[in-house]
């Protein structure tokens, strides 16, 4: 099993551009989540889904849009990149038959630098 | 206030030291808790989850203290191993929230 993994590991985008990052994990879990983590900020959830064809917001949700059409994926978009979103995004799931409080697999995260 | 605390550190130990991180938490409905451990530049990683009664795990224990609302995380006997960056997780019905992380290098 690949467990969780993101695509693409590392890029640069110029502010205004858009770009969507891939999570895909092969685990069957029904839960999934992006977020984003920077220097003293600790990680923050962007957006999570519940389950296929389900996206809800979390703490930071703004600038960012998601999409769960297959089980297996997570798609996270960003539609006018701006500097403040520089930072390493983190994609996890989990097999949540309690929720939010169940244990999280982690992808080995995307560096994503806006210039 | 944020919805979870941690002391940053750094912690730098010698090898075969006890060292304990606190975690504070802001909401009292908060259901559960975990450690996970970050090595530099990589995903986090489960460590152990935290029940009310304490738990341990070899040389790791966890301890829940609702009364006062904290999480704590007690290495026994520090490997070199050990080095990395300790997160406390708490969440609720509708939320989860991570502390910003504890940092520890054991020294040799």
């Known amino acids: 099993n690949a467990g969780v993994t993101q695509t693409p590991k590392f890029r640069v985008l110029k502010t205004g551009q858009s770009m969507t990052l891939l999570c895909a994990q092969d685990m069957n879990h029904e839960y999934m989540y992006w977020y984003r983590q920077d220097p003293g900020m600790g990680l923050r959830l962007i957006h999570y889904?519940?389950?296929?064809?389900?996206?809800a917001k979390g703490e930071v949700p703004d600038g960012y849009n998601v999409s769960r059409l297959k089980k297996q994926n997570f798609l996270l978009g960003l539609e006018s990149a701006a500097p403040s979103q520089t930072s390493v995004y983190f994609c996890?799931?989990?097999?949540?038959?309690?929720?939010?409080?169940?244990?999280?697999?982690f992808g080995p995260g995307t560096r994503l630098t806006v210039l | 206030r944020k919805e979870v605390e941690q002391d940053p550190g750094p912690f730098n130990v010698p090898e075969g030291a006890t060292v304990a991180f606190n975690c504070t938490y802001s909401?009292?409905?908060?259901?559960?808790f975990f450690w996970y451990r970050q090595d530099c530049r990589k995903e986090p990683k489960l460590l152990m989850s935290v029940y009310s009664s304490g738990n341990e795990d070899g040389r790791f224990t966890a301890q829940l203290n609702r009364a006062s609302q904290y999480i704590s995380l007690l290495i026994r006997d520090s490997k070199l191993s050990d080095s990395a960056t300790y997160l406390c997780?708490?969440?609720?019905?509708?939320?989860?929230?991570f502390g910003t992380g504890t940092r520890l290098t054991v020294i040799p």
């Open positions: 889904s519940v389950g296929e064809g389900t996206t």
């Open positions: 909401n009292s409905a908060s259901q559960s």
């Open positions: 997780v708490v969440t609720g019905a509708n939320n989860l929230f």
């Open positions: 996890a799931s989990s097999y949540s038959p309690r929720g939010l409080t169940d244990t999280q697999y």
